[in-house]
């Protein structure tokens, strides 16, 4: 039985008498109505979607820090356990500076120069140990840290509060820099690091000033040792 309902819509009365029978109807709907039958039904699949995604990142983001704890216990194991490095270690000699505080390691490239990265740890207002810079004798550098360059190097500690502190990109530049003036330096291992060090400087530290010894990149010229 066809007919209209009071809306105007086509509606179809279905009886079937196979099987012991049974009746259905159809209603015609027009794209909107049926998009607003389906909404909530969508709304509740996109939450659940919603919530599982979550849940994966949840996990992956666990899984990140607890790779992170493993690599900085073995970082510190290697380092603690590493011998401090030599004056005459090739690159030390090279640019003509003492590194009594730094160790010598080896991979599988030879030995090289090992640099602790270290990084502010909140919860109990200390800094860690989270990674490693190797600089090889020839000079190439090569970063083991699950941050990247995330991390930095600091001279003269015990003198920071209510000092200036001087803040360069790379550890033999703010090394020379801190032998030269005598004052507390930081070294950030990349320029893209340096307003996030100089925040966490600032915070932790409280520093009377900051003074940031950029690089003269302006003309690209090749670094020298003066």
């Known amino acids: 039985i066809a007919h209209e309902n009071p809306g105007g819509c086509p509606v179809i009365h279905f009886r079937t008498f196979a099987r012991g029978g049974g009746e259905s109807t159809w209603v015609y709907k027009s794209s909107k109505q049926r998009d607003s ?10 939450i659940r979607k919603a919530e599982k995604e979550k849940q994966k990142r949840d996990k992956l983001d666990t899984f990140r820090e607890l790779k992170k704890e493993e690599n900085r216990k073995w970082y510190f194991s290697q380092w603690t356990q590493a011998p401090s490095a030599p004056d005459s270690f090739p690159y030390l000699a ?16 030879g030995q090289f120069l090992a640099i602790p990265m270290y990084e502010y740890n909140s919860s109990n207002d200390s800094i860690e140990l989270v990674g490693i810079e190797r600089i090889y004798g020839e000079g190439s550098e090569k970063l083991t840290a699950p941050g990247g360059k ?7 500690t015990s003198s920071i509060r209510n000092n200036k502190v001087l803040l360069a990109e790379g550890w033999t530049k703010a090394k020379i820099i801190h032998e030269l003036t005598g004052l507390p330096t930081m070294c950030s291992f990349g320029a893209g690091g340096i307003k996030r060090d100089v ?22 010229q090749p670094e020298s040792n003066n």
């Open 94 to 109: 090279k640019k003509g500076v003492s590194a009594p505080d730094l160790k010598v390691m080896t991979d599988r490239k």
């Open 150 to 156: 995330k991390g930095f190097y600091l001279f003269g």
């Open 199 to 220: 925040t966490m400087l600032i915070k932790y530290n409280k520093p009377s000033s900051i003074l940031i010894c950029a690089d003269n990149d302006a003309h690209n």
């Open 37 to 46: 039958d389906q909404r909530p039904f969508r709304s509740a699949l996109e």
